[in-house]
């Protein structure tokens, strides 16, 4: 089978670290997925995306599952330090938490075109799904439980009687379905509408501490 044309990358330097040279195969892994989709991402591509050879990739990730893998893991860890961190700046106050963690989703190192378009294809095609839920779905129930544990703080400080867990479903699906809507859409809007809309959702939801934005 004849390999997609891809774009390539400015051939780089020879002498980057072992970390560094893994680092740079992530980060054209990304970028091919967000081209080909999951299944069409072959370590060829990846090569011919990153400007190195075969031979190099092959040495570093020995499989196309090691590559996709490791690839899923620096997307899910760089995650989980973004809204850890931004959680950890936000003190105690659940509002500020919660508005804490929905910025923290459109981070411009985190809310990237390729970024979006890598984790679609890692939800939405069967094959990447065990991969998915074996190396993601612990950090994915921790997010949801402390998400969830916010919701309920929002309860019990503001006098609201919203179920926790339904309302935390509802803010994380209206953060995925823009997310969504920025990688499918023809004319895609910029991200700041994209957390703006979620925005408009937290207003409906605690209209006493939340406004929706200009």
């Given amino acids: 089978m004849t390999e997609p044309t891809l774009q390539t990358d400015q051939r780089p330097p020879r002498t980057l670290s072992k970390d560094a040279r893994r680092a740079q195969l992530i980060e054209a892994t990304i970028s091919t997925m967000a081209e080909l989709g999951y299944s069409r991402t072959t370590l060829t591509a990846v090569a011919r995306r990153a400007g190195l050879s075969h031979g190099l ?110 309302v935390s479903r509802l803010i994380r699906i209206s953060i995925e379905g823009v997310w969504l809507d920025l990688m499918t859409m023809a004319t895609p809007y910029a991200p700041d509408e994209a957390m703006a809309t979620v925005w408009l959702g937290l207003s409906a939801l605690y209209p006493r501490q939340f406004q929706p934005m200009i």
Avoid at 66 to 86: G, I, K, M, P, V
């Fill in 57 to 166: 990739v092959l040495f570093h990730f020995e499989t196309k599952e090691n590559l996709l893998s490791e690839t899923l893991d620096f997307l899910s860890e760089e995650y989980r330090a973004n809204w850890q961190a931004a959680l950890a700046e936000a003190g105690s106050s659940p509002e500020v938490q919660l508005a804490a963690l929905v910025r923290a989703d459109f981070n411009p190192a985190i809310c990237t075109r390729d970024k979006l378009a890598a984790w679609c294809a890692f939800w939405g095609e069967s094959q990447s799904r065990p991969i998915y839920q074996a190396r993601c779905g612990s950090n994915d129930d921790h997010y949801n439980r402390v998400l969830e544990g916010i919701c309920a703080r929002m309860n019990e400080a503001h006098g609201y009687a919203h179920n926790p867990a339904r």
